[in-house]
T-cell receptor, first 114, second 110 residues
Framework: NAGVTQTPKFRVLKTGQSMTLLCAQD?????MYWYRQDPGMGLRLIHY???????AKGEVPDGYNVSRLKKQNFLLGLESAAPSQTSVYFC?????????????FGPGTRLTVL | GQQVMQIPQYQHVQEGEDFTTYCNSS?????IQWYKQRPGGHPVFLIQ?????EVKKQKRLTFQFGEAKKNSSLHITATQTTDVGTYFC??????????FGAGTRLFVKA
């Protein structure tokens, strides 16, 4: 039981490049989330999903897209990376609505955009 | 919009001293969660508080939820070097989204 895994762990991009971050969970959780963490700003929700085939915008969705084609996977895409997207990205999942349930976080992806 | 403020931003303590971090919401919360993130690690769930005035303990950690359900605190008694990390509160108003505080980073000097 691996919990929540994220790939890659580290990535360096040049401005304008694209990439996809992959999140996978093996806990059969319905809810999945993508956060970014910047110094002094805590965790900010980018997008989330309440089930397979569904996605919704969070607090800071601009510049990102997501897809949840399979229940266990949640992908975060950057179509044209910008230096402002340099951050640590965390994926999380929960069994039920985040208002009532524990969120389990992946190990994170450190992204640098030059 | 809803905000969750957390203070202090940093705290340096000598091992054995106590530590407290405070969390304040601009709106009434349905519940509040606390997470710990070790340096270089990911947030790990510690506890959830739901009831007004609720107090919960986990060994040396004491969590409180205010009577008005707009503030919360985490108190660590006799800190140890294993307590180092960043402590986040995360508030919910009953809707879907969890709003995280900016965190308090704890440094413990042996």
């Amino acid at each position: 039981n691996a919990g929540v895994t994220q790939t890659p762990k580290f990535r360096v991009l040049k401005t304008g490049q694209s990439m996809t971050l992959l999140c996978a969970q093996d806990m059969n959780h319905e809810y999945m989330y993508w956060y970014r963490q910047d110094p002094g700003m805590g965790l900010r929700l980018i997008h989330y999903s309440v089930g397979e085939g569904t996605t919704a915008k969070g607090e800071v969705p601009d510049g990102y897209n997501v897809s949840r084609l399979k229940k266990q996977n949640f992908l975060l895409g950057l179509e044209s990376a910008a230096p402002s997207q340099t951050s640590v990205y965390f994926c999380a999942s929960s069994r039920d609505s985040s208002s009532r349930d524990t969120q389990y976080f992946g190990p994170g992806t450190r992204l640098t955009v030059l | 919009g809803q905000q969750v403020m957390q203070i202090p931003q940093y705290q340096h303590v000598q091992e054995g001293e106590d530590f407290t971090t405070y969390c304040n919401s601009s709106t009434t919360l349905s519940n509040i969660q606390w997470y710990k993130q070790r340096p270089g690690g990911h947030p790990v769930f510690l506890i959830q508080l739901v009831k007004s005035g609720e107090v919960k303990k986990q060994k040396r950690l004491t969590f409180q939820f205010g009577e008005a359900k707009k503030n919360s605190s985490l108190h660590i008694t006799a800190t140890q070097t294993t307590d180092v990390g960043t402590y986040f509160c995360a508030g919910n108003t009953g809707g879907f989204k969890t709003i995280f505080g900016a965190g308090t980073r704890l440094f413990v000097k042996a």
